[in-house]
């Protein structure tokens, strides 16, 4: 919660605006830098962003906002060391900018240097009192030091400035909960998700908070609501084994259980990454690793993300790259996607899989000749592959080349039987080259395999 | 009237003197320091260890002390090189030094001890886990104890933490398990700089691979032969600290929980035949209650609130809750810190050696938590202290604790603690806690408090192993009905009395003793004395 928190205000803080009006010289290009800088972020990419902020800080190295995005670049790909840097470089430049010293304590909370964190997020309030997310983060501090009282006020204060912030709502009720305090942290939480309908963090802790209360119908519910709104959310699927337990359905407790296992083990091994690029924050290898976690999830931005640091590491991996237009693709960014095939390709003109994922982009794009051209490198450099040739297939039949197409799909047939779309395609196929027997023969396989329901 | 109701109830409950420690150590002529060898360079073995032990290694009735050393480390020089301790308990309240006399000063580096009478002659046979390889010495019943480790085939050579003994297979022969911490080495070694400040610091076990632990099994001849695997116990997922053996299902056999730092804890269901399999997560024993790893250190296993199933109590990291598996019956355990009060109390300690034991005799099982942290640095980034105070909680019933804090006593000290045991060594009818502290002495903290009628009861097998390890017992007094059972290993790194002590609180009498024999002999004794030791031998119940 705390880092989605910290995430969100760093995002925001990204997507500041340019004030200032453009002036000649460095301070343009400067300018320039800074805003494509900022383009780069606001689309995940932080490590071409921190390259364009680094640049404009060469040129302006008096910009606080210069600096204030490149600590938060840094800071989303996990360099705090080089986070905080840039963060003190600001606040050296202007000792009042409020979002540098409020993300200068966020870099402190992810080293555990909760004191020093209090520190800077009291000299925040102080600067000022209106600043909502400090209070949150101020609070969530406390709440890890078990200082619940702490807690209870900072909380009540924000909400005496911003009453519909379901967050503080949250954390209030997740603070009761602590104190055992179920009845109001309940009614706390009740009002956190009033207030943020899709709020799965505050259903499980209603959940948790039902639990201890045995309301256990009631706490299966939350937790179901939580899963609803978050699918990758463990404590949710936990909790909903545990009511599950209680209400006496132990076969479907195990199977949530089981969830839940699975969810624990994948959500680990992206916690083992981050901790180890928390030390090595150079290590290509574990940044890829990293990426294939997230892709594993389905969280392709931050998988991209991960890759494009491991390019930018150790630039003539051609599996990186390949798993980087992968996701590019998978994001509909063709144009990267192209460029990332290409590169591998000029790093090993044999890599076949490039070749492969080549011409699946150029489908995508409509550069059909592209397409065939990269499908047929690709079917020449690996001639078992039975997708290269169905999709060749189809490439063919597209430009009217159904003989062609007849043959790649033929061999997709041979090697897959049961592969029904591969052979409907290759029905049309011949029927389109004049081989009507060929077709017939086809088709009564398909309206086969459709009845006795024996197809892929 | 209104004084009457007032004062019915007050009347009906049995006053207690407060819980009050006493640190013994020095006038006991405990000498021991622990060595660790830190010299800056934050080898995580340093910070682990140690623990150390109450046993009577020479048959006369009163617990001696065995205590844990390390040893230099690269960069560290020491001469003499510091080695275990073994000290004869006089019977007067001070200690002399017999170590050399016996012959178990191990020089490696040292973590843990578990005991067990390995080959059933009456004695009590020491087994010591160490960073390298592990120690077994056997008690040849003179007072001195031979090093049989080779031909015993027991000196598993990984990060030995906590171990235990236990007869898995019910063959009257005790076997042992030892839990393997982590892959760290020399060689692998590594810093973290976790905790800002640039400081320097011991890597946290993320940072390490798991490894196996070991089950040997007894083979009767003086060897053991290593069936962790065909067991079902060879997952390297763990990385085990704490370790406790215990009839969780209640079937007769002993089951095995295993506490893990940062991993999921397991609780390894025996078949009956020295078989296990992992049912940890769908017991609800693997997680804390909110699904999340936590890091694992001591664990013990008893029943505090007398409901005749055995309970579970696992120590964590700072920041962490310590954690209360409460059986439900069914074979599966429900986690409720909250509830217990055990949350607010722990969450800022760091935790490792505990028990379940009825400090002031009064029926009920309280529960003692040896704290300290692991980084000497801690001051500097994080508002907790390198020094801490154990932690006493009393059972208030209801399935409740309540922390006692002691104004001035040996609760009070600060320490680095890690291992704890727990035993009556100076034979005054409550139990007295040994803490093993890193770098330092140990404490002996004495416990002048307990009031309430006690009972402490000597089991000897003859079908079952000779200790008695795994026998559980059921003591009716005062219409109360408390259970335990006998233990190697527990708690953290440490071993405590094999000998059973059950407050009685105001009862004068018991009414019935039945003991469950590994073997699978149930025994019923009636009218035995309170305040007394019974030895109960296997077989002679009339």
């Not at chain 1, 453009?22 to 320039?32: N, S």
């Not at chain 1, 995940?44 to 210069?66: C, F, M, N, W």
């Not at chain 1, 990332?340 to 489908?363: I, R, S």
């Not at chain 2, 590994?518 to 296997?538: C, I, K």
């Amino acid at each position: 919660m705390r880092v989605l928190m910290i995430c969100l205000a760093l995002y925001a803080c990204v997507q500041e605006e340019i004030k200032e009006k453009v002036r000649p010289g460095a301070a343009m290009d400067a300018e320039v830098l800074f805003v494509r800088g900022t383009a780069l972020a606001s689309e995940g990419r932080h490590t071409e962003a921190i390259d364009a902020y680094r640049q404009a800080a060469v040129l302006a190295p008096g910009s606080a906002k210069i600096h204030y995005n490149l600590g938060n670049a840094y800071a989303r790909q996990l360099d705090y060391p080089s986070a905080m840097a840039a963060y003190q470089r600001v606040l050296a430049l202007d000792s009042t900018h409020v979002s540098a010293r409020h993300n200068l304590a966020a870099m402190y909370v992810k080293q555990l240097n909760y004191a020093q964190a209090i520190d800077e997020h009291r000299r925040v309030l102080s600067l000022d009192p209106g600043h909502l997310t400090t209070y949150y983060d101020l609070g969530y501090i406390y709440f890890l030091r078990g200082e619940y009282g702490e807690v209870e006020k900072l909380l009540q204060a924000g909400l005496d400035r911003d009453s519909t912030n379901a967050s503080f709502y949250r954390l209030l009720g997740r603070t009761r909960l602590k104190e055992l305090d179920f009845e109001r942290a309940a009614a706390t939480l009740m009002r956190a998700v009033e207030l943020d309908s899709m709020d799965a963090a505050a259903y499980v802790d209603l959940a948790q908070v039902e639990l201890k209360r045995r309301e256990y119908a009631a706490a299966e519910l939350a937790a179901r609501r939580a899963i609803a709104f978050d699918s990758l959310s463990k404590e949710a699927y936990f909790a909903l084994a545990n009511a599950l337990k209680r209400l006496g359905r132990r076969e479907e407790s195990t199977e949530v259980l089981a969830q839940f296992r699975a969810l624990d083990q994948q959500l680990d091994k992206i916690d083992d990454q981050l901790r180890m690029l928390g030390n090595a924050p150079d290590d290509h290898e574990a940044r890829a690793q990293l990426g294939l976690l997230y892709t594993e999830q389905g969280r392709l931005t931050e998988a991209a993300e991960a890759y494009r640091l491991a390019v930018r590491l150790a630039p003539d991996s051609l599996r990186y790259r390949n798993n980087l237009g992968n996701l590019y693709l998978r994001l509909g960014q063709f144009a990267e996607a192209v460029v990332e095939y290409q590169a591998a390709l000029a790093l090993d003109p044999e890599y076949d899989k490039a070749h492969y994922n080549l011409g699946q982009v150029y489908m995508r794009l409509q550069r059909f000749d592209e397409a065939v051209a990269s499908l047929a490198e690709a079917r020449r450099l690996a001639p078992e592959d039975v997708e290269t040739h169905y999709f060749l297939g189809l490439l063919h039949a597209r430009t009217g080349d159904y003989a062609k197409a007849a043959e790649m799909l033929s061999v997709a047939v041979a090697a897959r039987p049961d592969w029904l779309d591969a052979r409907q395609k290759l029905a049309v196929a011949y029927l389109k080259s004049g081989k009507v027997e060929e077709s017939k023969r086809e088709l009564a396989a398909i309206q086969q395999m459709k009845e006795s329901g024996q197809h892929e | 009237m209104l004084k009457f109701f007032l004062l019915l109830p007050l009347l009906s409950v049995p006053l207690y003197a407060n819980p009050r420690f006493y640190d013994a150590t020095q006038g006991a002529g405990i000498d021991f320091v622990h060595f660790n060898g830190a010299n800056g360079q934050k080898f995580v073995i340093e910070t682990v260890g140690p623990g150390g032990g109450f046993f009577d290694y020479d048959g006369d009735g009163r617990l001696d002390i065995y205590l844990i050393n390390g040893a230099a480390v690269p960069g560290t020089d020491y001469d003499p090189a510091p080695q275990n301790a073994l000290y004869h308990n006089r019977g007067d309240g001070t200690f002399a030094d017999v170590t050399a006399h016996a012959g178990v000063g191990d020089t490696g580096y040292g973590m843990g001890c578990a005991v067990g009478d390995i080959e059933n002659d009456g004695d009590l046979d020491l087994y010591v886990t160490n960073f390298g390889a592990n120690v077994l010495y056997r008690n040849e019943g003179d007072g001195t104890f031979a090093d049989v480790t080779v031909a015993a085939q027991v000196g598993d050579e990984g990060w030995g933490a906590s171990a235990a003994f236990a007869d898995i297979d019910r063959d009257g022969l005790v076997d042992l398990y030892v839990g393997n911490y982590h892959n760290f080495s020399y060689t692998n070694h590594r810093v973290c700089a976790e905790g800002g400040s640039g400081l320097q610091l011991y890597c946290g076990p993320e940072a390490f691979d798991g490894v196996t632990d070991v089950l040997y099994r007894n083979e009767g001849d003086g060897t053991f032969a290593d069936i962790t695997t065909a067991a079902g116990l060879g997952s390297a997922e763990g990385k085990e600290l704490g370790v406790v053996f215990g009839d969780v299902d209640l079937d007769g056999d002993p089951d095995l929980y295993l506490a893990n730092d940062k991993t999921l804890n397991f609780l390894y269901l025996n078949d009956g035949t020295g078989h296990f399999a992992d049912e940890a997560l769908l017991a609800g024993v693997a997680y804390n209650e909110d699904g999340d790893v936590e890091a694992g250190m001591g664990v013990d296993m008893g029943d505090y609130d007398n409901d005749g199933d055995p309970d579970l109590f696992v120590t964590n990291f700072q920041w962490e809750t310590n954690t209360r598996y409460i059986t439900l019956g069914d074979g599966t355990f429900v986690d409720e810190p909250f509830l217990a009060g055990l949350c607010k109390g722990s969450i800022a300690y760091l935790s490792w050696g505990t028990r379940f034991f009825d400090v002031d005799n009064d029926g009920d099982r309280d529960l003692f938590i040896a704290n300290g942290h692991l980084e000497s640095d801690v001051e500097q980034y994080e508002n907790a202290t390198f020094p801490q105070r154990n932690q006493l909680f009393l059972n208030v019933g209801d399935g409740r604790f309540e922390e006692y804090a002691e104004d001035g006593g040996a609760l009070s000290l600060k320490r680095v603690s890690r291992g704890a045991a727990f035993g009556d060594y100076d034979d005054d009818g409550d139990i007295d806690v040994l803490v093993a502290n890193v770098a330092a002495r140990p404490t002996l903290m004495r416990n002048d408090g307990a009031s309430g009628h006690w009972v402490r009861l000597r089991l000897e097998g003859r079908d079952s192993n000779r200790a008695g390890i795994g026998t559980r017992v059921e003591v009716t007094s005062g219409g109360r009905v408390q259970t335990d059972e006998v233990r190697s290993g527990a708690s953290y790194l440490s071993q405590s009395d094999v000998q059973l002590h059950f407050g009685l609180g105001t009862a004068t009498g018991i009414e019935r003793v039945v003991v469950y024999w590994p073997s699978g002999r149930v025994e019923e004794y009636a009218d035995l004395g309170v305040n007394q030791e019974h030895l109960l031998v296997e077989g002679a119940a009339r």
